[in-house]
Nanobody, 124 residues
Framework: QVQLVESGGGLVQTGGSLRVSCAAS????????SGWFRQAPGKEREFVAA????????DYADSVKGRFTISRNIAQNTVYLRMNSLKPEDTAVYYC?????????????????WGQGTQVTVSS
């Protein structure tokens, strides 16, 4: 079994930055693709970013490309999402996920494990 725990969310002003982290414990996910998704109130969960286990391939939603950066520390079993130039529309609960995916995936069903989420609020 794998447990994913997100941290680092909070309240930030428009244009600010945050880094959220996702620490994995239990069975190693070092060979898993990791992804970040988000869900705003009244909206469906949407893809944000993904990275392969090696870190060699990344993918970003168009809405965050150029502002967000996904990375991972294999030794620490941790995945990060650095968010710059934040906008009010980035406000959501951010979830990390891990799955045995070939490459990267934007589809939530490809991910086997999910964290509990961390709230990110961007004030205008």
């Amino acid at each position: 079994q794998v447990q994913l725990v997100e941290s680092g969310g909070g309240l930030v002003q428009t244009g600010g930055s945050l880094r959220v982290s996702c620490a994995a414990s239990g069975r190693t996910v070092s060979r898993y693709t990791s992804g970040w998704f988000r869900q705003a109130p009244g909206k469906e969960r949407e893809f944000v970013a993904a990275v392969t286990w090696s870190g060699g391939t990344t993918d970003y939603a168009d809405s965050v490309k150029g502002r967000f950066t996904i990375s991972r520390n294999i030794a620490q079993n941790t995945v990060y999402l650095r968010m710059n130039s934040l906008k009010p529309e980035d406000t959501a609960v951010y979830y990390c996920a891990a799955g045995q995916v070939s490459g990267v995936s934007r589809y939530p069903g490809d991910y086997d494990y999910w964290g509990q989420g961390t709230q990110v609020t961007v004030s205008s």
